[in-house]
């Protein structure tokens, strides 16, 4: 797995998370689905849940950019 080991590959597409979501980040697994997570300590994080992009999206009230939070 390569999360664990790398978790800023840029192959996992990894970024934080806006709006309703700061704090959180995801990456990528497959096209379509995200993890969500949160960093806890220098080299351990809390999984949160895996959603598809759009729910990522919809969850956050995130619009376009930042500037667009709902």
């Known amino acids: 797995m390569l999360f664990p080991k790398k978790p800023f590959n840029p192959r996992l597409k990894t970024h934080k998370l806006v709006c309703k979501l700061d704090g ?5 697994v497959g096209y379509d689905y995200r993890i969500v997570f949160r960093f806890v300590g ?4 809390l999984l949160i849940d895996n959603r598809t992009h759009n729910e990522v999206s919809l969850v956050s009230g995130y619009k376009l950019n930042k500037d667009n939070c709902l």
């Not at 959180?24 to 990528?28: E, G, H, R, T, V």
């Not at 220098?42 to 994080?45: G, S």
Request: aromatic fraction near 22%.
């Open 24 to 28: 959180l980040w995801a990456f990528s």
């Open 42 to 45: 220098a080299e351990e994080v």
